[in-house]
T-cell receptor, first 114, second 111 residues
Framework: AAGVIQSPRHLIKEKRETATLKCYPIPRHDTVYWYQQGPGQDPQFLISFYEKMQSDKGSIPDRFSAQQFSDYHSELNMSSLELGDSALYFC?????????????FGPGTRLLVL | KNEVEQSPQNLTAQEGEFITINCSYSVGISALHWLQQHPGGGIVSLFMLSSGKKKHGRLIATINIQEKHSSLHITASHPRDSAVYICAVPYSGGGADGLTFGKGTHLIIQP
């Protein structure tokens, strides 16, 4: 069965650079979630989209933005990168229909900011 | 934001033992999630439940909505069950919300 696809899987950036992470949800899933997991930390919810509209907002820094496109894939744009942004970024998708449903997680993108 | 407490934080047991991991949360929710994270980082959803009990293989999850408490049980534990088990609840309390995660329980099953 198709799973959530994230690209790239690994990314190395310098401070103050920008990065774009991509997430391709499971086919027919309408909701995408972004999470950030720092080293030794539990995942933190950043933002979610349902039917291409922002659904819920967590602890996403103002330097980050995200959107969901017409084909339901989502991109997380990160600007003015800081050392503290080094983390594993998970995307998850669900067929939520506006309600709480099982979230299927992608393998994550490991971002290292030098 | 919902607060999620898990216990124990670390658990080492022998193969075959019955394992229980507990989770409590502060605000009423529509559903609670149990997740498994392996050392490589991948996260797998084990259960999503809003009432009663669910069973999948050797895993059983229960929830008591009134007491805001859930438990995850593993019967006949096996070394391949070694992982971090995470309890998570909706970030804002319901709907198509992101999740707030507990700190996780690091489980090691020794042969």
């Amino acid at each position: 069965a198709a799973g959530v696809i994230q690209s790239p899987r690994h990314l190395i950036k310098e401070k103050r650079e920008t990065a774009t992470l991509k997430c391709y949800p499971i086919p027919r899933h309408d909701t995408v979630y972004w999470y950030q997991q720092g080293p030794g930390q539990d995942p933190q919810f950043l933002i979610s989209f349902y039917e291409k509209m922002q659904s819920d907002k967590g602890s996403i820094p103002d330097r980050f933005s995200a959107q969901q496109f017409s084909d339901y894939h989502s991109e997380l744009n990160m600007s003015s990168l800081e050392l503290g942004d080094s983390a594993l970024y998970f995307c998850a998708s669900s067929f939520a229909g506006g309600s709480q449903e099982t979230q299927y997680f992608g393998p994550g993108t490991r971002l290292l900011v030098l | 934001k919902n607060e999620v407490e898990q216990s124990p934080q670390n658990l080492t047991a022998q193969e075959g033992e019955f394992i229980t991991i507990n989770c409590s949360y502060s605000v009423g929710i529509s559903a609670l999630h149990w997740l498994q994270q392996h050392p490589g980082g991948g996260i797998v959803s084990l259960f999503m439940l809003s009432s009663g009990k669910k069973k999948h293989g050797r895993l059983i999850a229960t929830i008591n909505i009134q007491e805001k408490h859930s438990s995850l049980h593993i019967t006949a534990s096996h070394p391949r069950d070694s992982a971090v088990y995470i309890c998570a609840v909706p970030y804002s309390g319901g709907g198509a919300d992101g999740l707030t995660f507990g700190k996780g329980t690091h489980l090691i099953i020794q042969p």
